[in-house]
């Protein structure tokens, strides 16, 4: 009933640069927190960012600033630019947002299917 999808994924030297998109569609009638998390390959899944619906942004402290955390509210979409790129960064990342699909209803959290991001050095 609610769909992540994931894209701006890819191969990227060390220093570059890319930029996520995530698409929230479905039966939705208010996405609140969005956040993207990544997983590397024998790790734990962390938690890389955070945006409110307000706007107001958390990120992981190993970022160092590199990172920036966007949405648009109309398009119910988030986005992440990452920026000076290392090969630490090398996970698949993953969209979640916390949906309300009706009037009154709870808020549900869904995950987007992952895109692939891999920096080489």
């Known amino acids: 009933q609610v769909q992540l999808v994931e894209s701006g994924g890819g191969l990227v030297q060390a220093g570059g640069s890319l930029r996520l998109s995530c698409a929230a569609s479905?039966?939705?009638?208010?996405?609140?927190?969005m956040a993207w998390y990544r997983q590397a390959p024998g790790k734990q899944r962390e938690l890389v960012a955070t945006?409110?619906?307000?706007?107001?942004?958390t990120y992981a402290a190993s970022l160092e600033g590199r990172f920036t955390i966007s949405r648009d509210n109309a398009k119910n979409m988030v986005y992440l630019q990452m920026n000076t790129l290392k090969p630490e960064d090398t996970a698949i990342y993953y969209c979640?947002?916390?949906?309300?699909?009706?009037?009154?209803?709870?808020?549900?959290?869904?995950w987007g299917q992952g895109t692939q991001v891999t920096v080489s050095s």
């Open positions: 979640n947002a916390d949906v309300i699909m009706y009037l009154g209803g709870p808020v549900s959290s869904y």
């Open positions: 479905g039966r939705i009638i208010r996405v609140d927190t």
């Open positions: 945006i409110f619906r307000s706007g107001a942004t």
